[in-house]
């Protein structure tokens, strides 16, 4: 008896689509084998980020749909961690949803219009002093992290011998020593004024490149046109002309601002801050995930922070994506 | 906007460089503090009423530093090994991944090819924070708890180089490539002669960002790491910072915050001019 061979029944099959489905999967197959190059210079990136950002994303969307402890297999509950957070987490809409709109509402947004007014400054210095300025605004960012808490817990130190204690004392703004981290009353602002110290790293950069970009000849067609001061002509010239290296920091922006919501641990030295005063998503995450292995419901929180995130940069598209005809 | 400035070169000029002058120093006082603190001797890091600068710089703190760890159950520059080996083979790698991926999505077209770049732009906005969980599952799945590789491996998804690059690499003109295939190069010899030498300012802006990102992190040592020995020197001082400092801890903390931020500052400077030329083309379209 004569086999037929799955590829012999497709192309005998009298119907057009499937002849031509079997003909151009065979073509997409011999295109994707003459491109393989293209694909083994790709493998090593594309490896990683499936393994370390795809996949833990998609783990963690499946997590956030059930109950587990780090031990136990996961345990399917549906959307019950969801309806948990917005229904019964007390901690998490008494303090940490207003705690982290205060703080990204303040640090994003503010952090970005800095860094373009600053960076719109050193542009209008001339060439050969402009690198020192820009170093001295990026320098910050480079020390975030670990090192920079030293520098804060001895600023902001509770006794006399902290720095903004000795010179708020020694002006005679306050009488005795304020517990500066310790005060549910300051720590946000300091959370805030400490991080908006460190945001101008590399969007602020990528601000500076984007306004070498911008053709000159457009501020002397401006005035022609009849624009009078400079704000008209940063409105109308300068962030149109730029809109790509502004998208490219919004985004920096956005990821920077997630990243520093950690701070509140480095400077206080606890992970839970007192009275939840600079409780934010991040800390809620790291309390759920390290401290109480209640993994499942850690991960619904990185799903709606993801998705958070996520909005806010189609959000940032939408006002600085590029039209097709520009 | 410059004819504008020469006219008023004086007063509107020279309030500007004041005004950023000192905006400048003011940014600057946590560094001018950390260089300062760090050569303090100890009694100055005690002083009532606090000064920022130091009197009598001595090398104190970093002899503590020494004396001190070398004592311990892991001696201070086994750290500082880790470190430095984790950061310099990372960066080295993350160059070299992003480089051929960025080439690759710029010069080539293939199948995928937008859909991956998608990918790519939605994960600019990515923190691994977010997904400490899945990520800490994945690593101790592949067996790769307390090995470098669980230092070096997450580090090479990064879509921030590879976008950067890829950006760089189409402004190279297409035309250039055409001709050295004519000539017969392959695409191996391309990359290597065309492409890298073209890209000197990208690959020093991705090593920039790498090599600070690597340096400062400490998710790798807390979560992948439960040898001491595979630590590195930013998880050993937010150990030392976050528990409750005596004496000889502020003096040793002074001097290993110096040591954390002295590498950053000598690859920024040194590629500093690279960096903003290539963000001339960081723009997403």
């Given at each position: 008896m004569k086999t037929v061979s799955p590829t012999e029944v497709v192309v005998s099959q009298p119907s057009a689509p499937i002849v031509s489905y079997g003909v151009r999967l065979r073509q997409f197959a011999r295109e994707c084998w003459s491109d393989r190059l293209s694909y083994l210079f790709l493998a090593p990136f594309l490896l990683c980020f499936i393994c370390f950002i795809i996949v833990p994303v998609i783990i963690a969307i499946l997590l956030s749909l059930t109950s587990f402890n780090g031990f136990d297999f996961p345990r399917f509950i549906g959307v019950s961690n969801f309806i948990y957070m917005f229904t019964q987490d007390v901690v998490f809409m008494k303090y940490t949803i207003p705690n982290t709109l205060k703080f990204a509402i303040v640090v994003g947004p503010g952090g970005y219009i800095f860094s373009f007014i600053f960076a719109w400054l050193i542009h209008q210095l001339p060439k050969s002093i402009r690198d020192y300025f820009s170093l001295a605004l990026y320098a910050p960012s480079m020390v975030a992290g670990v090192a920079l808490t030293m520098v804060w817990t001895a600023t902001f130190s509770g006794d006399s011998i902290g720095y903004l204690n000795q010179i708020l004392l020694s002006l005679g703004i306050i009488e005795s020593p304020q517990l500066w981290l310790q005060d549910p009353k300051y720590l946000m602002t300091i959370m805030i004024i400490v991080t908006m110290w460190t945001s101008m790293g590399v969007g602020f950069l990528a601000m500076l490149g984007g306004l070498q970009t911008v053709n000159t000849e457009l501020y002397e067609?401006?005035?022609?046109?009849?624009?009078?001061?400079?704000?008209?002509?940063?409105?109308?010239?300068?962030?149109?002309?730029?809109?790509?290296?502004?998208?490219?920091?919004?985004?920096?922006a956005i990821v920077g601002a997630i990243k520093a919501g950690s701070i509140s641990s480095g400077l206080t030295g606890m992970t839970i801050t007192p009275q939840y005063a600079g409780h934010v998503i991040n800390n809620h995450i790291y309390d759920y995930a390290f401290l109480r292995y209640e993994w499942g419901y850690a991960s619904a929180l990185s799903v709606v922070l993801l998705l958070l995130s996520y909005t806010i940069m189609k959000l940032c598209y939408k006002v600085f994506g590029t039209k097709e005809d520009e | 906007m410059l004819l504008s400035f020469r006219k008023q070169i004086t007063f509107s000029r020279i309030s500007l460089v004041v005004f950023l002058t000192g905006i400048g120093i003011f940014m600057l006082l946590p560094i001018i503090f950390l260089f300062n603190n760090a050569f303090k001797p100890l009694n100055e890091l005690f002083?009532?009423?606090?000064?920022?600068?130091?009197?009598?710089?001595?090398?104190?703190?970093?002899?503590?530093?020494?004396?001190?760890?070398?004592?311990?159950?892991?001696?201070?520059?086994?750290y500082l090994f880790n470190s430095v080996f984790i950061a310099l083979i990372t960066t080295f790698s993350v160059l070299i991944v992003s480089t051929m991926a960025g080439y690759v999505l710029s010069k080539h077209r293939f199948h995928f090819k937008a859909f991956?770049?998608?990918?790519?732009?939605?994960?600019?906005?990515?923190?691994?924070?977010?997904?400490?969980?899945?990520?800490?599952?994945?690593?101790?799945?592949?067996?790769?708890?307390?090995?470098?590789?669980?230092?070096?491996l997450p580090f090479l998804a990064s879509p921030v180089a590879v976008f950067l690059m890829k950006q760089f690499i189409d402004q190279i003109p297409t035309p250039l490539i055409e001709a050295a295939k004519l000539d017969g190069a392959t695409d191996m010899y391309i990359f290597i002669r065309i492409i890298i030498p073209l890209t000197s300012p990208a690959v020093a802006t991705a090593a920039i960002i790498t090599f600070q990102t690597v340096y400062m992190d400490v998710e790798g040592s807390t979560l992948y790491m439960t040898k001491e020995t595979m630590k590195t020197l930013a998880y050993y001082v937010e150990a030392m910072t976050l528990n409750i400092p005596g004496v000889a801890q502020i003096s040793i903390a002074s001097s290993i915050g110096l040591l954390m931020f002295l590498p950053n500052l000598i690859i920024f400077l040194l590629f500093q001019r690279k960096m903003i030329q290539t963000m001339l083309h960081s723009g997403v379209k």
């Open positions: 067609a401006g005035r022609i046109d009849g624009i009078k001061n400079n704000l008209q002509e940063v409105y109308y010239i300068t962030i149109p002309s730029m809109k790509p290296q502004m998208l490219f920091s919004a985004v920096m | 002083l009532f009423p606090p000064r920022i600068f130091v009197q009598h710089p001595t090398m104190y703190n970093f002899e503590q530093l020494f004396l001190h760890t070398s004592a311990g159950v892991v001696p201070f520059t086994r991956i770049m998608g990918a790519i732009l939605i994960a600019l906005m990515f923190t691994p924070e977010t997904v400490a969980i899945p990520r800490y599952l994945i690593v101790s799945g592949l067996g790769l708890k307390n090995s470098y590789l669980a230092h070096i």
